[in-house]
């Protein structure tokens, strides 16, 4: 284990955090798609207007960049 006195990230986190964020966009595209073309969208959110389709989408990308934080976290623990 290194332990870093002077304040500054350990070696490799960088490139980790980088990875993780490439990552979870992915995983959110590919979430997206899947709901995207589910038949339970085509079927109850085709009469929402497009600002409620919208707000229910941005809500979704909030919500999923909340997790942000846990991933920093998780990156710092597994480097240090």
Same mark, same amino acid.
């Given at each position: 284990m290194v332990i870093s006195l002077c304040g500054s990230?350990?070696?490799?986190?960088?490139?980790a955090f980088i990875f993780g964020?490439?990552?979870?966009?992915g995983f959110l595209f590919y979430i997206h798609y899947r $709901? %995207?073309?589910s038949e339970?969208? &085509?079927?109850e959110f $085709? %009469?929402?207007?497009?600002?409620? &389709?919208?707000?229910?989408y941005l809500s979704f990308l909030v919500?999923?960049?909340?997790i942000l934080p846990l991933?920093?976290?998780?990156c710092f623990i597994l480097c240090t």
């Open positions: 990230p350990p070696p490799g986190f960088l490139e964020l490439i990552a979870g966009a $709901v %995207y073309q339970y969208y &085509k079927n $085709v %009469y929402f207007s497009s600002g409620k &389709k919208a707000i229910l919500a999923s960049l909340s991933l920093f976290l998780i």
